[in-house]
């Protein structure tokens, strides 16, 4: 083959991989704007990895995808971010998820993403008084469950860490990734069993859409990826901004902190 014809196949293989690149469609790409409560927490995890992944890098990320804070839960702001129509869905606990569906029926709760998001933090192993955060019935149970004779004692989710430091407490209920950057002891809430922290509420109408379908794409994707060892630990890191240790992450293994995929 001369030089000639060499030269003219390799421009038609390049020629086809641009056509391919420039007009091929993308279903994994949000074409969209998709507002998106979540708190600065387990909740939030996953949708902040979506946002720093490099198939967004071609696109406005922060236009598609807009984390709405909410600090916590079963604060006003979350109520009120749902219900004037701030957020198409969001990521809450589910006690406050099961009672904000009643409230309002434009929104439903599609089904659990996390689960056994919490840890004990610990400062004795034999604790006379453990603080949780105030309405979230399943850390009182969980107490309740494995430190019967504890007295229990509810804070807003904000003074968790600064009630042990301060000593008004031997120990809290306090989620698994914000307990990384802690001192203290921490043993698994889901020994017994496991159990569901947060799911996923999304606006009737916007659960219509073709931007919901591409988000849950999108989202179940995440979770496979994260499911890399390395990945999780760089996002990890990202994320808290906190020092990853092997030793971290097999924690994370053994009190069983799960992300689950979005059911269509």
Same mark, same amino acid.
């Given at each position: 083959m001369d030089k000639s014809k060499k030269i003219l196949i390799g421009l038609s293989i390049l020629i086809g991989s641009l056509f391919i690149w420039f007009f091929n469609p993308n279903d994994e790409k949000?074409? &969209?704007h998709i507002r998106v409560g979540v708190s600065d !927490?387990? =909740? &939030? @995890?996953?949708i902040n990895y979506m946002i720093n992944q490099k198939y967004f890098s071609d696109l406005?990320?922060?236009?598609?995808?807009? +984390?709405? =804070?909410?600090n916590d839960c079963w604060a006003s702001t979350m109520q009120w971010a749902l219900s004037s !129509?701030?957020?198409d869905m969001a990521i809450i606990c589910k006690e $406050? $998820?099961? /009672? @904000?569906? /009643?409230? !309002? /029926? *434009? @929104?439903?709760? #599609? *089904? +659990?993403?996390?689960q056994n998001s919490d840890v004990f933090l610990l400062k004795n192993e034999k604790p006379k008084n453990i603080g949780y955060t105030q309405n979230r019935n399943y850390q009182l149970d969980l107490i309740k469950e494995y430190y019967k004779e504890a007295k229990? #004692? +509810? @804070?807003i989710s904000g003074g968790l860490a600064y009630a042990l430091e301060s000593k008004k407490v031997d120990g809290i209920v306090v989620d698994t990734i914000k307990s990384l950057s802690l001192e203290g002891s921490k043993f698994s809430t889901s020994e017994n069993s496991s159990y569901d922290t947060y799911v996923l509420v999304v606006n009737k109408n916007f659960k219509k859409s073709k931007l919901y379908n591409q988000f849950v794409k999108l989202y179940n994707k995440s979770i496979e990826e994260l499911k890399n060892k390395n990945t999780f630990k760089n996002e990890l890191k990202n994320y808290t901004d906190a020092k990853i240790s092997d030793k971290d992450l097999e924690d994370l293994k053994k009190w069983k902190l799960k992300f689950l995929q979005i059911q269509d």
């Open positions: 949000i074409d &969209g !927490d387990t =909740s &939030g @995890f996953v406005d990320v922060e236009n598609l995808i807009e +984390p709405y =804070s909410i !129509d701030q957020v $406050a $998820a099961d /009672k @904000f569906v /009643k409230y !309002d /029926k *434009n @929104f439903e709760i #599609v *089904n +659990p993403l996390v229990t #004692v +509810p @804070f």
